[in-house]
């Protein structure tokens, strides 16, 4: 038994090794933004252990920058994380096995390439024990927290922000989100009605409004365009997994 | 270690109640529906991007033609590159175009 446990959990920690590679620039560079932001090392760090989200980090940044109220911030973090609830649903019925205790600790760590790889997992027909779930996320967790750090103490020795373009390095980050969502039914309608009433908001209310503007005409001009009917949620879920 | 003073610290821990309850709400409250209206989910579905194409919009025209020209060479680049090439021809973009223009 243990020592099957542990040959799942060094399979877990195997299949983590790609996504920790792969995520490394971004941990570094969202510690290295952060304290370009204001936000001091320590603060960058609670933000990865305790959130640990990188895109929805990365908008919290940006807005702590233009003193939007907290409950503003608050709830565009919630927003951005929103694709987790539909993670969430499928990958419940495949954790059934777990324990309470065992799935509160899991769902904590249901990142983007977690939800995939448990997915990839699954699809292969192999079961998925909380040994190599926790295999596969502890490491990511913990490097995640490590390029953070790095990131923001490497990020205070640079002097001149504003001539590395640092400052705008997080629209070109939002915007290649915004394009690796263009798959998606009804992507490009979505994206002009909110960008042109975001744009509207901006000069008619000011920031931080357009944000929360821009964002509910885009989700109203979406229920508009798809017309009636029901999906069963398993379906619904299958509309592809972003690496956000 | 922490100013606990301060409200960064306080909006952290709300963040990070908010994305913990995105994590766990799917389990225990989406999957108790059978079905799902096309409309509520079409518009779950559009959160993520009407919330980023908002955040980005403005900075198209409200900052400079660096700026705006450095936005419309990464949507280009997001065609073919991934996340990591996107940035990179991103950064050589507003560096290169702001020692340019000013």
Request: aromatic share 12%; glycine share 8%.
């Amino acid at each position: 038994m243990s020592f099957d446990r542990n040959a799942q959990i060094r399979q877990g920690m195997r299949d983590s090794l790609t996504v920790v590679i792969g995520a490394a620039p971004f941990g570094l560079l969202f510690g290295a933004l952060a304290v370009d932001n204001g936000m001091s090392v320590s603060e960058a760090v609670l933000m990865s252990a305790t959130m640990y989200a990188g895109a929805s980090q990365m908008v919290g940044l940006d807005l702590f920058g233009t003193h939007a109220a907290p409950w503003l911030i608050v709830f565009s973090i919630f927003a951005v994380n929103f694709r987790h609830i539909l993670y969430s649903a499928t990958i419940g019925p495949k954790i059934a096995g777990f324990s309470v205790a065992q799935k509160t600790i899991a769902f904590f760590f249901l990142v983007d390439p977690q939800f995939a790889e448990a997915e990839r997992r699954s699809e292969q027909g192999k079961s998925i024990s909380f040994a190599w779930y926790m295999g596969m996320a502890l490491p990511f967790y913990f490097s995640w927290i490590c390029e953070t750090a790095l990131g923001a103490l490497f990020g205070n020795l640079i002097s001149d922000p504003h001539a590395l373009g640092m400052d705008f390095l997080l629209p070109i980050y939002f915007l290649a989100l915004v394009m690796g969502f263009r798959r998606r039914r009804n992507w490009f309608p979505v994206v002009i009605a909110s960008g042109l009433a975001s744009i509207a908001a901006y000069y008619i209310i000011g920031s931080p409004w357009h944000v929360s503007v821009g964002a509910l005409f885009g989700i109203a001009f979406a229920a508009i365009l798809a017309g009636q009917g029901q999906l069963p949620p398993q379906e619904a879920t299958e509309q592809g997994v972003e690496n956000v | 270690m922490f100013d606990s003073g301060s409200s960064v610290v306080w909006i952290i821990l709300a963040g990070a109640l908010a994305t913990y309850a995105t994590r766990v709400g799917g389990h225990l409250v989406l999957s108790r529906f059978q079905h799902i209206p096309r409309r509520v989910m079409a518009a779950l579905d559009a959160v993520p991007a009407a919330v980023l194409a908002s955040l980005v919009a403005p900075a198209i025209v409200s900052q400079g033609w660096a700026e705006a020209l450095t936005l419309a060479i990464a949507a280009v680049a997001a065609l073919r590159f991934n996340m990591a090439g996107v940035l990179l021809v991103g950064a050589a973009s507003i560096i290169t175009l702001r020692a340019l223009l000013g």
